[in-house]
């Protein structure tokens, strides 16, 4: 068993979770409000800018030409498909792209964000591997598991989006991520490995965290 399979299996009750939580499964047989979607993509839209320096990061702290290309294909990647897609999505809902600019984390993509800026500037580049999986494997998952149910017939954009996450050119990032954390776990000791988990966990968690928030709508209080 590999590393990353050892991760999963330790972790199957989060992972299920997520693919459980009606966020998820409204977006597979398209209840999903539509209000509920639009927070989404607004805080995703929010959480990718910070995901994007994080990126830029792993690429900084690679051990190898290789990772630090393909850190820097992602970030471009991120930058300039995923954020793009994002801004689409918006434009089909009236939302401007200055709209999406100012929109300010909800608490959950701020936390979850702060954490993984933490580990990318303190953390190992193990660490940081491991830490950006969840998000990275974790829409190659929904996206399989949604599309192997069937698209929502009469919900198009829903379809989209699970089109887009489970493609195979999606699937193949995040397959080589998960390669790359394999890689480096085999070089890793013990305690390294603990906290490659560590960080691991929390990101899952963070993921869930963004799922309900996204569910409920969470604002800030007062």
Same mark, same amino acid.
């Given at each position: 068993? !590999?590393?990353?399979?050892?991760?999963?299996?330790?972790?199957?009750? /989060?992972?299920?979770?997520?693919?459980? &939580?009606?966020?998820?499964?409204?977006?597979?047989?398209? !209840?999903?409000?539509?209000?509920?979607?639009?927070?989404?993509?607004?805080?995703?839209?929010?959480?990718?800018?910070?995901?994007?320096?994080?990126?830029?990061?792993?690429?900084?702290?690679?051990?190898d030409?290789?990772?630090?290309?393909?850190?820097?294909?992602?970030? &471009?990647?991120? /930058?300039?498909?995923?954020?793009?897609? &994002?801004?689409?999505?918006?434009?089909?809902?009236?939302?401007?792209?200055?709209?999406?600019?100012?929109?300010?984390?909800?608490?959950a993509?701020?936390?979850?964000?702060?954490?993984?800026?933490?580990?990318?500037?303190?953390?190992?580049?193990?660490?940081?591997?491991?830490a950006?999986?969840p998000?990275?494997?974790?829409y190659?998952?929904?996206?399989?598991?949604?599309?192997?149910?069937?698209?929502?017939?009469?919900?198009? /954009? $829903?379809?989209?989006?699970?089109r887009?996450?489970?493609?195979?050119?999606?699937?193949a990032?995040?397959? &080589?991520?998960?390669?790359?954390?394999?890689?480096v776990?085999? !070089?890793?000791?013990?305690?390294?490995?603990?906290?490659?988990?560590?960080? $691991?966990?929390t990101? /899952?968690?963070?993921?869930?965290?963004?799922?309900?928030?996204? $569910?409920?709508?969470?604002?800030?209080?007062?």
């Open positions: 068993m !590999s590393f990353t399979q050892g991760l999963e299996a330790r972790h199957a009750g /989060l992972r299920q979770a997520i693919l459980r &939580h009606p966020f998820v499964t409204g977006i597979g047989d398209g !209840s999903l409000p539509v209000e509920a979607f639009k927070f989404y993509v607004r805080q995703d839209y929010a959480y990718l800018i910070e995901y994007a320096r994080v990126l830029a990061q792993a690429s900084a702290k690679a051990p030409l290789e990772s630090m290309g393909w850190f820097a294909g992602l970030l &471009h990647e991120t /930058l300039h498909t995923e954020m793009a897609l &994002h801004r689409s999505y918006c434009a089909r809902f009236g939302i401007s792209a200055q709209e999406l600019e100012e929109t300010q984390p909800a608490p993509t701020a936390a979850y964000t702060s954490f993984l800026l933490a580990t990318a500037h303190q953390g190992s580049f193990g660490e940081l591997t491991a950006l999986l998000c990275q494997w974790g190659c998952e929904i996206g399989e598991h949604l599309v192997h149910r069937g698209l929502p017939p009469n919900a198009p /954009l $829903y379809a989209d989006w699970i887009t996450y489970s493609s195979p050119e999606f699937v990032i995040g397959r &080589h991520l998960r390669g790359l954390v394999d890689r776990a085999q !070089s890793a000791g013990p305690a390294e490995r603990a906290r490659m988990e560590a960080a $691991y966990r990101s /899952l968690r963070y993921e869930l965290a963004f799922w309900e928030a996204a $569910y409920r709508q969470e604002a800030w209080p007062g």
